[in-house]
């Protein structure tokens, strides 16, 4: 959705709120911390739930790397030995025009994954331990945008290899600078989304329109006005569905949404997700990348669209890595819309692991003799269907009211 420019933004006046007034944040106990360094991460994980951590560090000789820790709800905690340098696998440069070719992305996936040992392993004991019930939450804070739904799983011994975001339940995380986390849904908590959809979609997406009719829809006419409305205390909603051009870059000021800049998001507080879990679907390009800003604030804080709506107590949300295109942008709407109606109570995570799965079924490997262009045709909706992130708990449900007369 990259090139587009959008048409002149109309604002207009927020809705939904009724006569709701201010509601207290439910209390859920003591204020969890959000930051990777101080949280105390084994506690509290529900039965199959692996956590790992991705640390920015430096290598010997100071070039920028990671490590990883992983914790298990077992009690299992293993320290990875190795550091990592920082590997160049970001999907927004990649698939960009001019940049790598799609097999090419999934062969330096492939081939970058290869010799992670200690991760293979550790990620096959997780699976072994806890088989299709496994949900896997990566909380990243790197900055790097590695592509882990697309880590190569190299198996051994019987089990099948595959894209580590197709084989597993897998959902993200990162550490959020807040001095009220209290306000931000946890990453392991059963999130229930029941309620209606509010949505903003560009004109020009006219199938995205078309996506939401089963269901009960307040739309607004252009971001800053959906924005506005989600400002606004209110009754609960399912779901926050928002179809339009993104784009993204390290800097603050280079990043936007529908005609919305980050700098202008980064401090806003969207009071309509407070009262009860919301999932937040931004079915936009680069609406999911997150970057630390070394220019003008050099201070260490993760910032993008995806944070923005976590900090304001959003229960999941669905982004992007890279540039989608809009049919199959559109196309992942669909199916995530028509498998949450088919499968009520399966969470939004487990639905975008089956998606994702069925998308992956060719490795560049498969493709070896046939044609580039060709190959390339085969392997972009894979690259696509994986471009799409989910930051939040594994276990959010999301059920949205129908519109009447709809079933
Ligand atoms: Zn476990």
Redesign the pocket.
């Known amino acids: 959705m990259a090139g587009e420019t959008l048409p002149q933004s109309r604002v207009t006046e927020a809705r939904g709120a009724g006569d709701v007034r201010m509601r207290v944040v439910e209390d859920a106990g003591d204020p969890m911390v959000f930051d990777v360094v101080e949280a105390d991460l084994g506690a509290g994980l529900p ?2 739930m ?1 956590l790992l951590t991705v640390v920015p560090v430096h290598q010997e000789g100071g070039a920028p790397g990671f490590r990883l820790r992983g914790v ?3 009690g ?1 905690t293993t320290e990875f030995a190795e550091v990592y340098g920082r590997p160049r696998l970001d999907l927004r440069q990649l698939d960009s025009k001019g940049g790598e070719l799609p097999a090419d992305v999934l062969s330096f996936m492939q081939v970058w994954s290869r010799p992670k040992a200690e991760l293979t392993r550790w990620l096959d004991r ?1 699976i072994v ?2 088989g299709d019930r496994l949900q896997l939450v990566i909380w990243d804070d790197t900055g790097y945008r590695i592509p882990w739904e697309l880590f190569w799983l190299d198996y051994d011994g019987g089990r099948s290899e595959g894209w580590l975001g197709g084989v597993v339940t897998l959902t993200r995380w990162l550490s959020i600078r807040t001095a009220w986390p209290e306000t931000v849904r946890d990453y392991r908590s059963a999130h229930t989304c029941t309620g209606p959809v509010a949505a903003y979609v560009e004109p020009r997406m006219t199938h995205d329109h078309a996506l939401l009719t089963s269901y009960h829809v307040e739309r607004s006419d252009s971001m800053p006005a959906l924005a506005k409305a989600l400002r606004e205390y209110g009754t609960a909603l399912a779901l926050v569905y928002v179809a339009c051009h993104g784009e993204f870059g390290d800097q603050v000021t280079e990043s936007a949404l529908g005609g919305l800049p980050l700098l202008l998001a980064d401090t806003m507080k969207f009071l309509r997700l407070r009262s009860a879990a919301t999932m937040v679907f931004l079915n936009a390009c680069q609406s999911g990348s997150l970057g630390y800003d070394t220019d003008r604030f050099n201070d260490r804080v993760l910032r993008g669209f995806a944070e923005v709506f976590l900090r304001s107590g959003a229960a999941g949300v669905l982004a992007t890595s890279g540039n989608v295109g809009d049919r199959e942008a559109w196309e992942m709407a669909r199916e995530l819309f028509r498998h949450m109606r088919e499968h009520p109570g399966r969470p939004v995570a487990e639905a975008l692991r089956t998606l994702r799965a069925r998308a992956a079924t060719l490795s560049p490997a498969d493709l070896a003799g046939v044609s580039g262009t060709a190959a390339d045709a085969e392997l972009l909706p894979l690259l696509y269907r994986f471009m799409y992130v989910y930051y939040g708990s594994p276990r959010t449900l999301v059920t949205p009211d129908v519109a009447l007369g709809a079933s």
């Open positions: 039965e199959g692996a298990c709800c077992c299992e997780r331990a806890h």
